[in-house]
């Protein structure tokens, strides 16, 4: 299984999609597989229902970062932007008198690593998508045929399922950051998906970060470089 390969090329494509500013929504459904640009149609709008992937086809933050994705590329978009907002907080520590080193992002790794990141952003994904508590089995299939047509090999395909039938639990989530750096990548990703919106992944996002181990000031940075992504 392949992660870090699979959740490049499905960001690029997935920013590819979203960032056809106003284009008619009939024009990015022919892009699609078939089911999942017929559910565009529905109420749900240019997002996947639940905001299952929503990160990648329609998450208005996530229209917002195409810019940083043209910019740097795929998942090293991804990197770029915890790399910045981790990179600010440890100034705030180092002007208390704590000693920081290089943040380690998923941008700046050698190939194994960058692959260890991967697993835990695509759980965290995966996590901030169940957190409306509104995924079944219907869009687990359209999910699977989603990651068919983006070439997932049938490991990441059995994987996914897996993660998306497993009950929602932040902490268990939360236990595949193994740095800190991997932490604010998982945040990051979990706050491009999550539904503002929604009293439900609003506290799953807080719950998360708890877990995580984030500080407030972290969670601030992260949520600034969302903000500000052009």
């Not at 989530?173 to 999550?194: G, W």
Request: hydrophobic share 45%.
């Amino acid at each position: 299984m392949n992660t870090s390969n699979f959740l490049d090329m499905l960001l690029k494509k997935g920013t590819e999609l979203v960032n056809q500013q106003s284009s008619s929504l009939s024009s990015v459904k022919d892009k699609l597989p078939n089911e999942l640009g017929g559910l565009l149609s529905g109420k749900t709008g240019a997002a996947l229902g639940g905001g299952a992937l929503g990160l990648l086809l329609g998450s208005k933050k996530a229209r917002k970062m195409g810019g940083k994705v043209a910019a740097y590329g795929g998942l090293a978009a991804l990197g770029v932007m915890a790399y910045k907002a981790y990179g600010n907080w440890q100034q705030q520590q180092a002007l208390a008198g704590q000693t920081v080193a290089e943040p380690q992002t998923l941008d700046r790794l050698p190939a194994p690593e960058v692959e260890v990141h991967s697993q835990a952003v695509m759980r965290a994904l995966i996590g901030a998508a169940k957190a409306d508590g509104h995924i079944d089995d219907r869009e687990r299939e359209l999910i699977d045929q989603a990651l068919e047509q983006q070439g997932a090999d049938l490991s990441m395909v059995q994987w996914v399922d897996a993660e998306l039938k497993k009950p929602l639990d932040p902490a268990e989530v939360a236990a595949s950051a193994k740095t800190p750096e991997m932490a604010a990548e998982m945040y990051l990703a979990s706050l491009l998906v999550i539904d503002e919106q929604s009293y439900m992944e609003r506290v799953y996002l807080k719950e998360l970060a708890v877990q995580l181990k984030l500080t407030p000031e972290l969670v601030a940075e992260l949520e600034r470089q969302v903000a500000d992504a052009k």
